[in-house]
């Protein structure tokens, strides 16, 4: 049985990855920063240690016997002070020389679809330096690029639930994010596929006006679209940089410069948009 460690198994990933693991029937480690928060979660493993992992020796030893490395690890939300590059970056490089150290077969790692048309912002320059180190360590790799996931999406469906939902421009730009359940299959099949590089996104290639009204439908809402001019997304982006905290306008930079573009990838999955916000609001 190979021995799997999991790193971020507590973010919206890395928890569909360790239910898929287990129920595959591997030996999962992960390593957390509160395994008591993690274990409130309720997700399974076989072994559970607490490391920070930007933190290079709390990592010592913690990787012996293990086959696999998946990490899911990046910022989302800036926390603690600590940049992209800090986790990105540096974090998975701490991974991966403790990895090397300790005789780790493979390492997966989650990135970004379309990272090349991303390149000057600050979380896909963390990223893809790592890609390059990765790809330079002489490990066998899998650099899994998912389009985007459907709790990316979550955000056009709170402004449903207000009333009135806003796009830049016409709202014809496409995309296809995928579920998490759909992803984490994918990464753990990564395990014994010889793919180097997996681009990919959800089943249903949808504009964000197709999007905004499958939340208003989802809530029985009429819709209720506004939009606005492209310019003001430019605005924000040229001095959003100089007038907004770094940790808050990292995120926002990100967003708003993924919107310019049609983000379609290869079509992998059986979940639907749909079938997500109707989850979200049994929840509510």
Not at 7 to 26: C, D, F, N, T, V
Not at 96 to 104: D, I, W
Not at 107 to 119: D, P
């Amino acid at each position: 049985m190979k021995k799997i460690l999991l790193a971020g198994a507590s973010g919206y990933l890395g928890r569909y990855i360790a239910k898929e693991l287990i129920k595959q029937g591997y030996f999962l480690k992960v390593i957390v920063r509160d395994s008591k928060k993690f274990k409130e979660k309720k997700i399974k493993a076989n072994e559970i240690v607490e490391a920070e992992v930007t933190k290079a020796e709390s990592l010592a030893q913690h990787l012996k016997g293990i086959d696999i490395v998946i990490s899911t690890i990046g910022i989302t939300r800036q926390k603690d002070g600590l940049s992209y590059m800090d986790v990105d970056y540096g974090a998975n490089m701490n991974l991966l020389k403790e990895a090397k150290n300790s005789g780790v077969k493979k390492f997966i790692y989650i990135s970004t679809f379309n990272a090349y048309k991303l390149k000057d912002l600050q979380i896909i320059q963390a990223k893809e330096a790592f890609v390059k180190e990765l790809k330079n360590s002489g490990l066998d790799y899998c650099i899994v690029r998912p389009n985007g996931f459907f709790c990316d999406m979550e955000e056009i469906y709170n402004m449903a639930k207000k009333g009135s939902i806003y796009l830049f421009a016409n709202g014809t730009l496409k995309l296809n994010p995928i579920h998490g359940k759909d992803l984490a299959e994918v990464c753990v099949s990564a395990i014994n596929n010889v793919d180097k590089e997996i681009n990919l996104g959800g089943p249903d290639i949808l504009s964000l006006k197709e999007i905004s009204n499958i939340a208003f439908e989802v809530l029985d809402k009429k819709s209720k679209i506004i939009y606005i001019p492209d310019c003001f997304r430019l605005f924000i982006l040229k001095i959003g940089k100089f007038i907004i905290p770094s940790k808050t306008f990292g995120p926002i930079e990100f967003f708003l410069s993924a919107m310019a573009k049609d983000m379609i990838a290869p079509k992998y999955g059986k979940y639907t948009l749909k079938e997500y916000y109707l989850e979200l609001k049994d929840k509510s």
